[in-house]
C-alpha cells in the first residue's frame, strides 16, 4: 500500500524508509534506519527527484503509481548515481516509455557504467545553470561536485524557492511519520545522527562542501528536500550553520574527546585518570573506547569537539589495531584544526605514540600537547604529576 506525504499543493514525498539495513554503504551502521527520499512534483510536466535504494524500490513503485493518479511520468531527474538513489531507473525507463532521464554528462556515463539499458535517446543533458521548465515551476541545476560524488547536482526550484539539496543536509534515521524537521525535535534526537552522516559520508569535502553553501547562500530557500532525512521548512538556519562549522572543520563544543586502544585495561586507565583531571579543571570530556564503539562515532566525535587526547597500547610494535584503522579513517576523513594529546602504553618497546603523531601529522593544521606521555605496563603513582601536566597542558592551550 501507499504511504506519501504531502509536502506542498504540488509535490509529494514518495521515497521509503529501510529500519533493516545493518550498514549503510556496507560501513556505517544505522541502528535508526534511514530514509532514501525521492520527491514528485505534480506540474504540468511531472517530475521525479531521484529514484531509492533497491531495498525499498517497491515501495517507492507503488508510491510513485499513487501520486501519479493515472498520469505518466515526464522526467526523472538524477542529482546524484549513488546507487541508494538510482535503484529504480530502468524500471522508470520501462514503464514510462516517452519519461526521460535529466542528469548532467558525468551522471550519463556513470550510469552507462552501473546499468546495460540504452539511455542516450532518453536523456536530456543538463549543465550549471540550465533551466528546466515544467509548466508553473522553473527548476535550475547547480553542480556540487564532490558533495561527495563528482557527478552530484542541486536542483533548485526558483517559483516555490525549494532547493533539492542531494545527499547535502541529509541525516540517518527513518522519518516514522514525520516529514519536516520541525515535527521532531531535531536538535535533541537527530543532530548526532545528521553529524554522523555529514562528518562520515561527506567529510573528506569540506571545500567543496563550502562551494555549494556559497552557491546556495545566493537563492532564497523556503524548503530544504535532501535525499535522506527530513525537509526543512524552518529554523533551517541552525542545521545550515551546523554545515559551516563541519565543512570548515572548526569545532561545536569546547573540550575533549578521548579515544583509547586498551588491552587490560591499564591504557584506558590512563585515559580514565586523564578525563578526571580535565573535568577537575571545568574541561568537558567525552571517551570513547575504539575496540567497542563504531568508528563512524568516534568520528563524528573528532569533528564536534577542539581537542583530543588519543591513548593507545602498543601492538606488534605499532599502533593496536583497533586504534590505527580508526586514525587512518579519520586521516582520510580530513580531520584538521585540532589539538592532539598522545598517551602510549607498552611493556618492553612502546611506539604507538610517535606512530599515532606520524599519522596526526598527515593531516593540516594539527597541534601537538608537546610530549607524549609513555605508560609502560601500567600507570604507576609518580606518573599522576605528567597526566596532571598534560591536562594543564590541555587548559592552557584553551586559554583556562
Ligand atoms: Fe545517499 Fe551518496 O548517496
Redesign the pocket.
Known sequence: MHCTKKITDDLIWVGANDRRLAMFEGVYSVPEGVS?NSYLLLDEKTVLFDTVDKAVKSRLMENLEYGLNGRTLDYLIVQ?M?P??SSAIGEMLDKFPKMQVVCNAKTLAFIKQFHDFEIDSRTMVVKEGDVLSTGRHNLTFLMAPMV??PE?MITYDTTDKILFS??AF?SFGALNGAIFADEVDFERDYMDEARRYYTN?VGKYGDQTQAVLKKASAHEIKLLCP??GFVWRTDMKVFIEKYKIWSSYGYEEEGVMIAYASIYGNTENAAEILACKLRDKGIKTTMFDVSVTPASEIVSAAFKWSHMAIASATYNNGIFVTMEAFLHDLQAHNIKNRTVAIIENGSWAPTSGGLIRKIFEKCSNIKFIDNILTVKSSVKEDQLAEIEAMACAIANDMGK
Open positions: 532514501y546524484h549513488e541508494d538513489h561527495h560524488w552530484v542531494a545527499d541529509g559520508i535525499l535522506h
